[in-house]
């Protein structure tokens, strides 16, 4: 009974772990002080940083590619 009690509960752990993975959002955000842009995995809660570009992107490689093109970034 120990041995299954277990196992569920690795399994659980297991399935939680890999649901954050797929569910993991990035932002392109600015420094409001510093007007430097950097990628994030949070959406930002301070009033310091702010999302610039299109918001919210799947993949680290998809905010990379959209920071190069937002005019706030590139200057």
């Known amino acids: 009974m120990k041995k299954i009690l277990i196992t569920t509960i690795a399994a659980s752990f297991t399935l939680a772990a890999a649901h954050a993975q ?3 959002e ?3 955000v600015q420094d ?3 007007k430097k842009c950097t990628i ?3 959406k930002p809660t301070t009033t310091t940083t702010v999302v610039v570009g299109d ?3 799947k993949t680290r490689t998809e905010a990379e ?3 190069k093109t937002v005019k706030v970034c590139t200057n």
Do not use: N, Q
């Open 32 to 34: 409001s002080s510093t």
């Open 40 to 42: 994030v995995d949070k």
């Open 65 to 67: 590619t959209a920071m």
């Open 55 to 57: 918001g919210v992107f």
């Open 26 to 28: 990035f932002y392109v």
């Open 22 to 24: 797929t569910t993991t």
